[in-house]
């Protein structure tokens, strides 16, 4: 039978609210805090259980997960009185699926382990469809034996979870998922643009291109929204634009130029001082009905 867990998880946004359902589906122990909990009604009404602070999610947890967005969230809700490492016992693990840097990452892993506790880097990716429907990708960053151990807790919100490495491992990965992104989202939305402006029907041409070589997941599954004019959040514009930023932090200390991404992280950010930031990252593609 597998076992089943007394978990704390902090951060029940867009992604994270999803990966409790499914958590709590299998009949795992689950206690929540997110910051404004009125929007985690819909949870509770499942009979999850609320804590007041990230501390007292972890106070009896065997497992903390965390999705918070940036990586000074991350910071705040693990450290302090109110915070996760001092409230949390030993022989504990936590598990961060934030988007942060490999640094911080490797900072927890550290301060974890004079705890006792054991720490992995889990970044995700696929959006809002793939935490709804358990097929997020997985990318994790500590000690092989502890991702073995809670392995069959992230088959159940994701279908691509690999092992990288050490810690910071995890966000490493994430910010090269990232940085490939940004080349499929730019292609995507010229795609959109120059069959509209070739006076083509720009859903007769994705059911053509998204089954060939330019075929991505962006092509299939951002492309139909952008035609829509849904720019829902099932990733926030202003959190990709974080991502951006810390993958050229990284590379700029490895001495790397990437011109690509520099160009798309500006196209963003112009985007963002028009007030775009709380939107869905498929936005991207008002950038050229301006």
């Known amino acids: ?31 929540i805090y997110t910051r404004t909990k009125e929007k985690a009604n819909d949870l509770l009404d499942l009979g999850i259980a609320w804590a007041n602070t990230p501390g007292e999610a972890a106070k009896n947890a065997e497992l903390v997960f965390t999705m918070v967005g940036y990586p000074k969230d991350v910071e705040e809700v693990y450290y302090g009185e109110t915070g996760i490492f001092a409230n949390l016992g030993a022989d504990s693990i936590v598990v961060d699926l934030t988007t942060s840097t490999p640094t911080l990452a490797s900072q ?47 088959e159940l919100f994701g279908s691509t979870i690999v092992y990288q490495g050490k810690a910071g491992s995890g966000q490493h990965t994430k910010m090269a998922n990232q940085i490939g992104i940004t080349g499929t989202m730019i292609a ?8 509209k402006a070739a006076g083509l029907d720009s859903e007769t041409v994705l059911s053509s291109i998204t089954g060939g070589a ?9 492309a139909p929204r952008m035609l829509k004019e849904d720019f829902a959040p099932g990733f926030f514009m202003k959190h990709f634009i974080k991502d ?47």
């Not at 709804?132 to 392995?151: A, D, H, P, R, W």
């Open 1 to 31: 039978m597998t076992k089943q867990w007394k978990i704390g998880f902090v951060g029940t946004g867009v992604m994270g609210k999803s990966i409790v359902k499914h958590l709590h589906k299998e009949g795992h122990d689950i206690t």
């Open 188 to 195: 995507a939305c010229e795609a959109i643009t120059y069959a």
């Open 244 to 290: 951006m930023r810390i993958a050229l932090e990284e590379a700029a200390k490895m001495e790397l130029r990437l011109p690509g991404l520099q160009m798309v992280y500006n196209m963003y950010l112009e985007l963002a001082e028009q007030g775009l930031e709380n939107e869905g990252t498929q936005s991207f593609i008002k950038y050229y009905q301006s």
């Open 214 to 222: 330019a075929g991505s997941w962006t092509l299939s599954n951002l």
């Open 108 to 154: 927890l892993f550290d301060d974890a382990k004079k705890k006792g506790i054991s720490s992995l880097d889990a970044p995700v990716s696929g959006g809002d469809i793939g935490a709804q429907n358990g097929t997020l990708s997985i990318m994790v960053g500590g000690e092989k034996e502890v991702f073995e151990t809670i392995y069959p807790l992230f």
